[in-house]
């Protein structure tokens, strides 16, 4: 069972840069596929972006292309979001979710909340106009 504790967030200016980390517990990271999701007041919960086992392979939202970038350290349990370029529309709670590999193969970038098994509590991030 994996532990999922997000940091990172905080109040950011529209066109600003924020990095967010997620770091697990356990030692089975690497056997996970990782996602971000997002969700904003009166909204539903959406993905952001997802790293394949791999490392490689990758999902992004519309929304986010181009200006977020998904990676994964194996040997320090993490997974991270850069976000450039910040939008009053990127304000939200965010948060980084695992699935397990029995979920997919070792190429597959899941998508849907139903498919991941474990979340974290969130970080909160606001960009002000």
């Known amino acids: 069972q994996a532990q999922l504790v997000e940091s990172g967030g905080g109040l950011v200016q529209a066109g600003g840069s924020l990095r967010l980390s997620c770091a697990a517990s356990?030692?089975?990271?690497?056997?996970?596929?990782m996602g971000w999701f997002r969700q904003a007041s009166g909204k539903e919960r959406e993905i952001v972006a997802a790293?394949?086992?791999?490392?490689?392979?990758?999902y992004y939202a519309d929304s986010v292309k181009g200006r977020f970038t998904i990676s994964r350290d194996n040997a320090k349990n993490t997974v991270y979001l850069q976000m450039s370029s910040l939008k009053r529309e990127d304000t939200a709670g965010y948060y980084c979710?695992?699935?397990?590999?029995?979920?997919?193969?070792?190429?597959?970038?899941?998508?849907?909340?139903?498919?991941?098994?474990?979340w974290g509590q969130g970080t909160q991030v606001t960009v002000s106009s």
């Open positions: 356990g030692r089975t990271f690497s056997s996970y596929a």
């Open positions: 979710a695992a699935a397990a590999a029995v979920r997919g193969g070792f190429y597959t970038t899941p998508v849907g909340a139903r498919e991941y098994d474990y």
């Open positions: 790293i394949a086992r791999s490392g490689v392979n990758t």
